[in-house]
């Protein structure tokens, strides 16, 4: 039976599937109703897959609404993330998740397994729903947040909290400060809270960086720099979590 | 429902009737004293005919109450320690004469301060270290002075042999503690971290003392006996998890519940926390004259505000290896300052022994079930 690995995030429902050769992965908004997004994905990935819809499949869930989806399986992002980063990179021995409403720092023993990991505390600073609330505020779209030109002057932004960063842009809107460098400034202060965890659980090597934030350059890039070290955004990097739970699900790790 | 169900249903229903029989005692006219902490030597109340009383202290309900007097960054065990007290929703406060507490964190010495307004506090200055000949006088000076602090308020004189049999008391309630918590030494879990939690409930909230103990080897020798019949209550292809860190209690029941959720796969197995192994685990002698007993082995308890803590870690591996522990799991309570410094040494020490570890740092609010479940159950895909 195919397996199907779906990660329902904070803000996306990621699908994977094992075609033989390689993956194949779709998403789509996870909305309020995680159990609708997920049944969407299933749906999705098993058009693409050529699988008829009336066919099973056998479906590992992960990620925060996993246990509201009749799935064959529940294996923990945590876990899912690590399987599928070690996949997309097999170099790297640390993994960088940054999604939606909470950041992660996983490290690997070298066969992809999870040594230790560290997670964001119960609030949203730091992460992809930063952003958005920010870019509502800027009067942009995340989009903006990518193709910021070379050379744009950072602006420090100090505080770290949605609420409070929230009234700082404002002011510093007001004070006729450009939006790049605003944009820039955010990026940087997401960066600092990832390289914060980063050091908290793994001192080198090569970092796999996941999750939605991971398609942003301008910040793949901040974070190597504060590092040193070198961070790869796999293309498939948002969809780890699915392409792990599809792993796993089908006993690919660790023959189990 | 079979016979062992029965017996913890006889004792959660005892738990639930401990205000009133509280209130029995008062009305008999017995001394009735509120305490906080494991350190409180209960002997020393017991032995002037009084009754120690665990007042509340892990709910989340009156801590916006107390948050009115308290800064709102104070870890949620003090906030709702003092908002019970304010907002006089605690019965056990309600009907106590007097509180005694310690200088053990810097939030309950200044919180205490407060609670003098709401009812005589009597507070144990706590020397934060065994490593000194001289910490052990200061803290024999401090059990004596609660001696006589209880023989004034309350009339009595509390002779040697009264403590040495309250001495002897209160060592068979830890024995019939220690005996069951011990359970957790056979090779498949006997019970579950859920119902290890009512039994230590029950030892504390019930008064009669002889009963108590009946019941709970009552208890343990029914479940013993259900093993050796070949029966298994707890689900055994398990992890096991030993818990310790910052007080357990109702509120934190969350954590355990996640730890035992059939996604985790795994049996708390034990608890290396204050009212549980931190208190059976020290036995007072019965060798040498009571308050120097009373004096060692109160000092001896490994909280984290003793510097350093160097015992912790023994009872730690101890348990560890006793109770077959697969994994660690801190539970650690947003600023409580101690045991969070302290996370990072017990950590590296269980590194080092090769031992799984995972702290979670939570408060009394159930905001958080998610992420518990998430780092629980990614740590039990761990093991």
């Known amino acids: 039976m195919p397996n199907v690995g779906v990660d329902i995030g904070s803000t996306a429902t990621k699908g994977a599937l094992w075609n033989g050769r390689s993956f194949i992965c779709c998403i789509t908004p996870t909305g309020w109703a995680p159990r609708e997004s997920a049944a969407r994905a299933v749906a999705q990935i098993k058009r693409r897959g050529r699988i008829p ?15 509201v989806f009749s799935a064959d399986r529940r294996v923990t992002e945590i876990t899912c993330h690590a399987a599928g980063a070690h996949y997309l990179v097999p170099t790297a021995r640390t993994v960088l998740d940054i999604g939606g409403q909470d950041s992660k720092v996983i490290s690997l023993y070298p066969d992809g397994r999870v040594a230790d990991f560290m997670m964001n505390d119960k609030c949203a600073a730091g992460t992809g729903r930063f952003l958005q609330n920010m870019a509502a505020h800027l009067g942009c779209t ?23 960063a929230e009234s700082e842009v404002i002011g510093l809107l007001a004070r006729g400060v450009p939006k790049e460098s605003i944009c820039l400034g955010l990026l940087d202060s997401v960066a600092q809270r990832a390289v914060n965890l980063l050091s908290r659980i793994s001192e ?6 996941t999750g939605g934030c991971a398609q942003n350059e301008t910040l793949r890039a901040l974070i190597e720099k504060k590092t040193g070290r070198r961070v790869t955004s796999p293309k498939l990097a948002q969809y780890a979590g699915a392409i792990g739970a599809a792993i796993i699900g089908g006993g690919m790790q660790r023959g189990d | 429902m079979n016979d062992i169900d029965e017996i913890f249903e006889e004792m959660r229903e005892g738990v639930r009737n401990a205000p009133v029989a509280v209130k029995e005692l008062k009305e008999a006219g017995r001394p009735i004293v509120g ?24 709910s989340e309900k009156p801590i916006s109450a107390a948050e009115k007097h308290l800064p709102r960054n104070l870890c949620p065990l003090i906030k709702s320690s003092y908002g019970f007290a304010l907002t006089d929703t605690c019965p056990y406060f309600h009907f106590c004469d007097m509180v005694v507490g310690e200088t053990t964190c810097d939030g309950k010495k200044k919180m205490y301060e407060l609670l003098d307004a709401l009812r005589p506090t009597h507070v144990m200055q706590l020397p934060q270290t065994t490593e000194h000949t001289k910490s052990l006088e200061l803290w024999k000076y401090e059990i004596i002075r609660l001696k006589e602090v209880l023989e004034e308020r309350f009339d009595v004189r509390i002779t040697d042999e009264k403590l040495s049999a309250s001495i002897a008391l209160r060592n068979s309630i830890n024995a019939a503690a220690l005996r069951f918590y011990n359970l957790s030494t056979l090779p498949d879990a006997v019970v579950t971290g859920k119902e290890i939690m009512l039994v230590s ?3 504390k909230f019930t008064f009669d003392y002889e009963k108590a103990i009946a019941s709970v080897n009552a208890l343990t020798d029914r479940l013993l006996e259900n093993y050796m019949e070949g029966k298994r209550r707890v689900n055994v292809a398990t992890h ?32 290396e926390n204050c009212g549980n192994l931190k208190c059976a685990h020290y036995k007072v002698s019965e060798d040498i004259p009571p308050i120097d007993a009373l004096s060692e082995k109160y000092l001896s308890i490994p909280c984290s505000v003793m510097s350093p803590n160097k015992e912790r870690i023994k009872l730690l591996r101890h348990y560890i290896k006793k109770y077959r522990a697969d994994g660690v799991a801190e539970v650690i309570l947003q600023a409580c300052h101690t045991y969070n410094v302290e ?10 022994d090769g031992a799984q570890y995972i702290a979670v740092e939570t408060d009394y609010s159930q905001g958080d079930v998610g992420q518990l479940a998430t780092r629980l159950g990614a740590f039990a895909e761990m093991l």
């Open chain 2, 343 to 352: 996370s990072y040494s017990v950590r590296t020490v269980l590194a080092g």
């Open chain 1, 204 to 209: 080198s090597g090569d970092i796999c960086f």
């Open chain 1, 142 to 164: 995340l989009a903006d947040f990518c193709g910021i030109p070379e050379g744009t002057p950072l602006q420090p932004i100090s505080s770290m909290c949605t609420v409070f």
């Open chain 1, 53 to 67: 819809h009336d066919h099973d499949v056998r479906v590992t869930a992960t990620g925060y609404g996993r246990n």
């Open chain 2, 201 to 203: 409930d029950y030892l």
């Open chain 2, 240 to 271: 096991r998890i030993l818990i310790t860190g910052c007080p357990m209690g109702k509120s934190l029941e969350k954590v355990v519940e996640a730890i035992e959720a059939p996604e985790c796969a795994s049996t708390v197995v034990g608890f």
């Open chain 2, 35 to 58: 305490t906080y902490c494991t350190f409180t030597p209960w002997e020393l109340i017991n032995a002037a005919g009084g009754i120690a009383v665990s007042l509340c202290s892990t």
